[in-house]
């Protein structure tokens, strides 16, 4: 790798990283744009204008004269992967596609001879503003952060036909529902997208994706909402000749469908935008520079990057023994046009036999797998409100159903043939009771396709080359989990990707594939769904975690801790041992807010790794969230239900197990174990029964490493029950967690155990009680 | 009664729409009318059984379960610290909707009877008269004057909407200096 493209690589993973507010790193960018462009040797001074064009604009950003700094920082993002396109991968200056507002302004000049064919289409756009304006220059710079924001009043500046939406007269209804539909076949075409990066050759796929764009213009017309069904025209005409096989979606062609449809969505959002604050909005900023890539791509399809196929020939040569690096930059470099594939070139100057070409290029064909296309299952669309609702009422349904059924008035009453109806009665509840719960199941898939196009952006990005790995994408969640569970996992496969996985030479330096994988898995087992983030990285570095603890006093200098108590100390708030707050991760959720997310979904999260050889995150959740395994209680006339998870186990309370610390706090020797009571009835303060059973149970909890015992009246046994919010109104208690419907129909509530025993210690400070706290906290006293 | 009906609507000031106007429904409590906008009713149900829920204050009588939904009641007579008196037969639950911070939360209200549905006309509404301080008066919307009884027009959101924030929080606040007290040990 030459120097140049390292230096790039450096700009780019770090401007990736970047923070906008991040002054020491802008300066970094900056030097480093700096030394590209003195370095720059291309003949054309292209990379050496680019670089310099780059630089001021990070000035800017430095300087706080543009308005919207991610925008140009995503401009730039583009400019440099132009850079990179020429350096790296040799293409014409033409090719590299450089965003129009970073205002280069003879690129396509010195192009190759096939560049100068969409000469002529493209130097208007360019010009255009030197054209209109005084001071051109300040004019581009200026425009360009806002292209993509939706701005009002300035008129476009690259874009010559105006494209607004204006909703005055368009009926609502019929909109807000194309904006779903417009929606769903984004989210379809993407995922379409995804299949065709493994298997390019998918026609299935080529004409969903057609087809969700066709659905789009053809309604997109008819509302007349121009942009959009411009955009879905052009996207179109892409596919079709995708359909006809003149072009192939992969590379670079791929990304251009990827960022239509991402400029789809947010055509879409602005027009929701439009729609409800009832503005108008102006989408030519937006669209331009897709626009204006789809029409230079579809003016000379063969002068677009035919885009990298999975591996590159040079790299499969170098796998295959026959060349070494430093031989393949210099054929790069030695290149006689731009267009001249690598091989010939080998070939040419003699390093490698034509053959093992031939080779190398039959492996690359192979390196695309057929891959079985799954039925297409027939779906229905239903309001998730209405399906909660559904699910409601046949909760409802089982309850009423088992207050007749179990009636005793009835039951003694009834002949043979209505009791044989009950018992029929209460199988279809049942099997309506399952079905609605089955009905709330989701696959997971659509969450792990957010995680694998994350990825490809990534590997784009930080020049990192990963290979992305998912297994049990059918495994079906409950809706809740599958909401859930995207943030946590998106946090943990970036801090996979990128504190993880190492740089391909440092790989190969330890002996790895250079291409580094993160798998990503969700199965069943035991009644528990699981998630496994995987990858083959250097491991969680014991040393440094260890460090930085006995740096911030978390743990004992002295005191020997288990690899596994290490590595949960990163699941602590602010502990991050990664040495910059970065753009891929460690910004957004920390590890303490993934934790955070897992327990609230009553989940549980293990982290093993081996250092050098990979990290392994393991999810463990329960099947869904809605129901709640409980013992259900009572103490005195109330009913209360302990949910499974936090019980240790019951036993029968007998007056001599229990003695007293200074006449109050009891406690009972549970085999040699101290355990503090807390009497339930005292402390919530419930009306004595006089039926009159005395107090008799001990139900022992846990909740992290303390344990005590709550003292109720009787066990009536295990329940499954529907965890039911009590609302607002009791937001701010913490020691009922919720309410449940129990069989006589009336709620039963739901105990939260760490705060009852939280209640129970501001109630009645007794000492015992108090050293058990403390010893509960350590971890928050520090932070704190 | 016709007579004094006709006199009233003489005195009052004609013309003036009044956003209040409207058709409002009437309970009782100990001896006063209070009125509720009928938009705001969901649904009159009999006395079920409410579960209390412990350590909350006295005037939330607890939830129920309203066909699956589990919402709380407040009592009114207890929110308004008047007397508590035991449930009778005419003891009702009103379900309301009331818009909170976070989208319109289903409550109920425990009242000591329902009487009817009444149309009050502009001109049959007051302010409220001011009773100096100490005397809140914003949750009640204007006062009703029919068939020379007083009806209180009640703004349920503002009455129900201070459960939420003034109601728990004495309690809330109990852990927090526990882990205080924890800390400085």
Same mark, same amino acid.
């Given at each position: 790798m030459n120097r140049l493209e390292k230096l790039l690589d450096g700009v780019a993973t770090s401007l990736i990283m970047l923070?906008?507010?991040?002054l020491p790193g802008l300066a970094g960018i900056h030097e480093g744009l700096l030394q590209i462009s003195r370095e720059a040797d291309d003949d054309a001074g292209i990379i050496r204008q680019a670089a310099a064009k780059s630089a001021e604009f990070v000035e800017k950003i430095v300087l706080n004269e543009v308005p919207d700094k991610m925008a140009v920082i995503s401009m730039l993002n583009g400019c440099i992967s132009g850079m990179q396109a020429i350096?790296?991968?040799?293409?014409?200056p033409a090719e590299?596609?450089?965003?129009?507002?970073?205002?280069?302004?003879d690129v396509d000049r010195v192009g190759s001879s096939n560049a100068a064919s969409i000469d002529d289409n493209d130097k208007p756009e360019i010009m255009s503003g030197e054209n209109n304006g005084i001071n051109p220059k300040t004019t581009d710079s200026e425009d360009a952060p806002r292209s993509s924001n939706s701005n009002l009043t300035s008129p476009p500046a690259e874009e010559p036909e105006p494209m607004f939406i204006s909703?005055?007269?368009?009926?609502s209804s019929l909109l807000a529902e194309f904006i779903n539909e417009a929606r769903e076949h984004c989210t379809i075409a993407e995922q379409m997208l995804m299949d065709l990066e493994t298997n390019p050759e998918d026609e299935s796929a080529i004409n969903a994706i057609f087809r969700g764009f066709h659905t789009i213009k053809g309604a997109a017309g008819f509302l007349d909402l121009k942009p959009v069904s411009v955009l879905a025209h052009e996207s179109e005409t892409l596919l079709d000749l995708a359909r006809k096989k003149t072009?192939?979606?992969?590379g670079a062609v791929a990304d251009m469908i990827f960022d239509a449809i991402d400029t789809m969505r947010k055509l879409l959002d602005g027009t929701e935008k439009a729609l409800t604050e009832n503005i108008r909005f102006d989408a030519s900023h937006l669209i331009a520079p897709i626009l204006a890539a789809l029409r230079r791509y579809l003016e000379n399809?063969?002068?677009?990057?035919s885009g990298v196929v999975p591996k590159r020939v040079g790299d499969i040569l170098i796998e295959m023994g026959i060349v070494t690096q430093p031989q393949i930059d210099s054929a790069l470099a030695k290149k006689?046009?731009?267009?001249?594939k690598l091989g010939e070139t080998l070939v040419k100057q003699g390093v490698v036999p034509a053959k093992a070409v031939a080779h190398a290029l039959r492996s690359q064909q192979q390196g695309k797998i057929e891959k079985p296309t799954a039925a297409v299952k027939e779906m229905v669309k239903i309001d998730t409100e209405r399906l909660d609702r559904l699910v409601d009422t046949i909760g409802e349904l089982v309850i009423a159903e088992s207050m007749v059924g179990q009636d005793e008035e009835i039951l003694r009453r009834v002949s043979p043939k209505v009791a044989r109806n009950i018992t029929h009665l209460n199988k279809i509840t049942r099997e309506i009771q399952e079905m609605g719960m089955a009905m709330r199941l989701v696959p997971v898939k659509p969450t792990f396709q957010k995680l694998a196009r994350a990825v490809r952006d990534l590997t784009k990005k930080s020049g990192k080359e990963i290979e992305f790995i998912v297994s049990g994408e059918d495994t079906e969640v409950d809706r809740s989990i599958a909401e859930n569970i995207g943030d946590p996992l998106m946090h943990m496969v970036r801090n996979s990707a990128d504190h993880g996985l190492e740089t391909p030479e440092d790989r190969i330096k330890a002996g790895k594939d250079r291409v580094g994988r993160i798998m990503v898995r969700a199965y069943h087992k035991g009644g528990n769904i699981f998630f496994d983030i995987e990858d083959? %990285? +250097? $491991?969680?570095d014991r040393e440094r975690i260890l460090a930085k603890a006995r740096e911030k006093g978390?743990?004992?200098?002295?005191k020997e801790i288990s690899d596994k108590e290490i590595y949960n100390l990163?699941?602590?708030?602010?502990?991050?041992?990664?040495q910059k707050i970065t753009d891929?991760? %460690? +910004? $957004?959720?920390g590890m303490d807010v993934v934790k955070k997310n897992i327990d609230s979904m009553r989940g549980n999260l293990e982290i093993s790794s081996t250092p050098g050889q990979g990290t392994l995150f393991s999810i463990k959740l329960p099947?869904?969230?809605?129901?709640i395994d409980g013992m259900l209680v009572k103490v005195e006339r109330e009913k209360l239900i302990i949910p499974t998870l936090s019980i240790v186990e019951s036993l029968s309370l007998v007056p001599d197990m229990i003695f007293t610390v200074t006449g109050k706090g009891e406690m009972i020797n549970l085999r040699g174990e101290l355990l503090p009571l807390i009497r339930i009835r005292e402390l919530f303060g419930f009306e004595k029964d006089d039926a009159g059973n005395d107090s008799k149970a001990v139900v022992v909890v846990e909740d992290g490493a303390k344990r005590v015992g709550f003292v109720v009246n009787e066990l009536l046994g295990q329940r499954q029950t529907v965890i039911k919010s009590l609302g607002?109104?009791?937001?701010?208690?913490?020691?009922?967690a919720g309410g449940a419907i129990l069989s006589d129909g009336t709620v039963g509530l739901i105990m939260d155990v760490s705060g009852v025993i939280s209640l129970s210690a501001s109630t009645v400070m007794v000492e015992s009680e108090v050293v058990l706290n403390r010893e509960q906290k350590p971890q928050e006293v520090p932070a704190a | 009664m016709n007579e004094s009906r006709k006199d009233s609507v003489v005195q009052s000031k004609t013309g003036i729409a009044d956003h209040r106007a409207g058709k409002y429904l009437t309970f009782r409590l100990a001896n006063e009318e209070y009125g509720l906008e009928?938009?705001?009713?969901?649904e009159i149900i009999g006395l079920m059984d409410i579960t209390r829920v412990p350590?909350?204050?006295?005037?939330?009588?607890g939830v129920i379960n309203l066909r699956g939904k589990v919402i709380p009641v407040v009592e009114l007579r207890l929110k308004f610290s008047m007397e508590a008196k035991q449930d009778t037969d005419e003891t009702c639950i009103i379900v309301v909707d009331i818009a909170g911070e976070t989208g319109s939360v289903l409550m109920g209200i425990l009242v000591d009877a329902v009487s009817e549905v009444l149309d009050i006309q502009p001109e049959e509404i007051e302010d409220p008269p001011s009773f100096g301080?100490?005397?809140?008066?914003?949750?009640?919307l204007g006062i009703g004057k029919v068939k020379n009884t007083v009806k209180l027009l009640l703004d349920i959101d503002r009455v129900l909407t201070g459960v939420e924030v003034s109601g728990l929080e004495g309690y809330a606040e109990t852990p927090e200096i526990n882990e205080a007290s924890a800390l400085t040990i």
């Amino acid at each position: 790798m030459n120097r140049l493209e390292k230096l790039l690589d450096g700009v780019a993973t770090s401007l990736i990283m970047l923070d906008v507010d991040d002054l020491p790193g802008l300066a970094g960018i900056h030097e480093g744009l700096l030394q590209i462009s003195r370095e720059a040797d291309d003949d054309a001074g292209i990379i050496r204008q680019a670089a310099a064009k780059s630089a001021e604009f990070v000035e800017k950003i430095v300087l706080n004269e543009v308005p919207d700094k991610m925008a140009v920082i995503s401009m730039l993002n583009g400019c440099i992967s132009g850079m990179q396109a020429i350096v790296r991968d040799g293409r014409s200056p033409a090719e590299a596609h450089f965003p129009s507002e970073l205002g280069l302004t003879d690129v396509d000049r010195v192009g190759s001879s096939n560049a100068a064919s969409i000469d002529d289409n493209d130097k208007p756009e360019i010009m255009s503003g030197e054209n209109n304006g005084i001071n051109p220059k300040t004019t581009d710079s200026e425009d360009a952060p806002r292209s993509s924001n939706s701005n009002l009043t300035s008129p476009p500046a690259e874009e010559p036909e105006p494209m607004f939406i204006s909703l005055e007269n368009s009926d609502s209804s019929l909109l807000a529902e194309f904006i779903n539909e417009a929606r769903e076949h984004c989210t379809i075409a993407e995922q379409m997208l995804m299949d065709l990066e493994t298997n390019p050759e998918d026609e299935s796929a080529i004409n969903a994706i057609f087809r969700g764009f066709h659905t789009i213009k053809g309604a997109a017309g008819f509302l007349d909402l121009k942009p959009v069904s411009v955009l879905a025209h052009e996207s179109e005409t892409l596919l079709d000749l995708a359909r006809k096989k003149t072009v192939k979606i992969v590379g670079a062609v791929a990304d251009m469908i990827f960022d239509a449809i991402d400029t789809m969505r947010k055509l879409l959002d602005g027009t929701e935008k439009a729609l409800t604050e009832n503005i108008r909005f102006d989408a030519s900023h937006l669209i331009a520079p897709i626009l204006a890539a789809l029409r230079r791509y579809l003016e000379n399809p063969n002068a677009a990057p035919s885009g990298v196929v999975p591996k590159r020939v040079g790299d499969i040569l170098i796998e295959m023994g026959i060349v070494t690096q430093p031989q393949i930059d210099s054929a790069l470099a030695k290149k006689e046009t731009p267009e001249e594939k690598l091989g010939e070139t080998l070939v040419k100057q003699g390093v490698v036999p034509a053959k093992a070409v031939a080779h190398a290029l039959r492996s690359q064909q192979q390196g695309k797998i057929e891959k079985p296309t799954a039925a297409v299952k027939e779906m229905v669309k239903i309001d998730t409100e209405r399906l909660d609702r559904l699910v409601d009422t046949i909760g409802e349904l089982v309850i009423a159903e088992s207050m007749v059924g179990q009636d005793e008035e009835i039951l003694r009453r009834v002949s043979p043939k209505v009791a044989r109806n009950i018992t029929h009665l209460n199988k279809i509840t049942r099997e309506i009771q399952e079905m609605g719960m089955a009905m709330r199941l989701v696959p997971v898939k659509p969450t792990f396709q957010k995680l694998a196009r994350a990825v490809r952006d990534l590997t784009k990005k930080s020049g990192k080359e990963i290979e992305f790995i998912v297994s049990g994408e059918d495994t079906e969640v409950d809706r809740s989990i599958a909401e859930n569970i995207g943030d946590p996992l998106m946090h943990m496969v970036r801090n996979s990707a990128d504190h993880g996985l190492e740089t391909p030479e440092d790989r190969i330096k330890a002996g790895k594939d250079r291409v580094g994988r993160i798998m990503v898995r969700a199965y069943h087992k035991g009644g528990n769904i699981f998630f496994d983030i995987e990858d083959d %990285g +250097r $491991g969680l570095d014991r040393e440094r975690i260890l460090a930085k603890a006995r740096e911030k006093g978390l743990i004992d200098h002295n005191k020997e801790i288990s690899d596994k108590e290490i590595y949960n100390l990163i699941l602590l708030p602010g502990f991050s041992t990664a040495q910059k707050i970065t753009d891929i991760s %460690g +910004r $957004g959720v920390g590890m303490d807010v993934v934790k955070k997310n897992i327990d609230s979904m009553r989940g549980n999260l293990e982290i093993s790794s081996t250092p050098g050889q990979g990290t392994l995150f393991s999810i463990k959740l329960p099947l869904t969230l809605a129901i709640i395994d409980g013992m259900l209680v009572k103490v005195e006339r109330e009913k209360l239900i302990i949910p499974t998870l936090s019980i240790v186990e019951s036993l029968s309370l007998v007056p001599d197990m229990i003695f007293t610390v200074t006449g109050k706090g009891e406690m009972i020797n549970l085999r040699g174990e101290l355990l503090p009571l807390i009497r339930i009835r005292e402390l919530f303060g419930f009306e004595k029964d006089d039926a009159g059973n005395d107090s008799k149970a001990v139900v022992v909890v846990e909740d992290g490493a303390k344990r005590v015992g709550f003292v109720v009246n009787e066990l009536l046994g295990q329940r499954q029950t529907v965890i039911k919010s009590l609302g607002p109104v009791f937001g701010k208690q913490k020691w009922i967690a919720g309410g449940a419907i129990l069989s006589d129909g009336t709620v039963g509530l739901i105990m939260d155990v760490s705060g009852v025993i939280s209640l129970s210690a501001s109630t009645v400070m007794v000492e015992s009680e108090v050293v058990l706290n403390r010893e509960q906290k350590p971890q928050e006293v520090p932070a704190a | 009664m016709n007579e004094s009906r006709k006199d009233s609507v003489v005195q009052s000031k004609t013309g003036i729409a009044d956003h209040r106007a409207g058709k409002y429904l009437t309970f009782r409590l100990a001896n006063e009318e209070y009125g509720l906008e009928i938009l705001k009713v969901r649904e009159i149900i009999g006395l079920m059984d409410i579960t209390r829920v412990p350590k909350t204050p006295e005037f939330i009588r607890g939830v129920i379960n309203l066909r699956g939904k589990v919402i709380p009641v407040v009592e009114l007579r207890l929110k308004f610290s008047m007397e508590a008196k035991q449930d009778t037969d005419e003891t009702c639950i009103i379900v309301v909707d009331i818009a909170g911070e976070t989208g319109s939360v289903l409550m109920g209200i425990l009242v000591d009877a329902v009487s009817e549905v009444l149309d009050i006309q502009p001109e049959e509404i007051e302010d409220p008269p001011s009773f100096g301080a100490g005397f809140d008066t914003r949750f009640i919307l204007g006062i009703g004057k029919v068939k020379n009884t007083v009806k209180l027009l009640l703004d349920i959101d503002r009455v129900l909407t201070g459960v939420e924030v003034s109601g728990l929080e004495g309690y809330a606040e109990t852990p927090e200096i526990n882990e205080a007290s924890a800390l400085t040990i």
